[in-house]
Each structure stands twice: as structure tokens, then as C-alpha cells.
Nanobody, 121 residues
Framework: QVQLVESGGGLVQPGGSLRLSCAAS????????MGWYRQAPGKQRELVAA???????NYADSVKGRFTISRDNAKNTVTLQMNSLKPEDTAVYYC???????????????WGQGTQVTVSS
């Protein structure tokens, strides 16, 4: 079993910055992709950013140039630095990881519990 624990959400004014962190623990052999998703009220969950174990990144068009995703493979952590925040960035942000628990096991998706980000003046 794999647990993902997020931290760093909160309330920030438009134009401000926040840093989200997520730590994975439990039965981990290898983590392929780690990422951040978000879900605003009344909307579907959407990909914000993702990063492979090799460091390749993918961003939603709406956050390109403002958000930066990074990871520490040795510590099984992923971080999302969010700058120039806008009210439309308000959502619950979820950490996601594609985890293999052993050399021969299938890759499974794990989710964090979510952390609220509110951008408002």
C-alpha cells in the first residue's frame, strides 16, 4: 500500500505564490510518473503538471510559464511551485503517482487526500 501526503495549500492573493509538496511512502519499488491534478467546484479533475522519473515534464496550457514541477527520486517527493496565481487557479490540488510496489507487480495509481488552494483578494 502506498500513501501520498500533500502539504502547502492555503489562501493567497492574486499574483502571489504557493509551493505544494507531496511525499510518497509505503510499499514502493519504483515510481514512474508523479503529478498534480486539481478540481474546482462543479468541474472535472484536470491534470496540472506531471513529471517522469527521468525528469520530463508536461504542463496544462493554463499554467505554463507560471507553475514548475520538480521531484526528488531518492526521497519519493514531488513539488509544485505556483507563481503568478490567478483566481481561476482556485481548486483542490491532488498529488498523483504511478507506483510499482515490487519488481514484478503492476503499476498502480495512488492519490493524495487533496489540499485546498484559494486565490482571492
Amino acid at each position: 500500500q502506498v500513501q501520498l501526503v500533500e502539504s502547502g495549500g492555503g489562501l493567497v492573493q492574486p499574483g502571489g505564490s504557493l509551493r505544494l509538496s507531496c511525499a510518497a511512502s509505503g510499499s514502493i519499488f519504483r515510481i514512474n510518473v508523479m503529478g498534480w491534478y486539481r478540481q474546482a467546484p462543479g468541474k472535472q479533475r484536470e491534470l496540472v503538471a506531471a513529471i517522469t522519473s527521468g525528469g520530463s515534464t508536461n504542463y496544462a496550457d493554463s499554467v505554463k510559464g507560471r507553475f514548475t514541477i520538480s521531484r526528488d527520486n531518492a526521497k519519493n517527493t514531488v513539488t509544485l511551485q505556483m507563481n503568478s496565481l490567478k483566481p481561476e487557479d482556485t481548486a483542490v490540488y491532488y498529488c498523483n503517482a504511478q507506483v510499482r510496489s515490487s519488481r514484478y507487480s503492476e503499476e498502480r495509481t495512488s492519490w493524495g487526500q487533496g489540499t485546498q488552494v484559494t486565490v482571492s483578494s
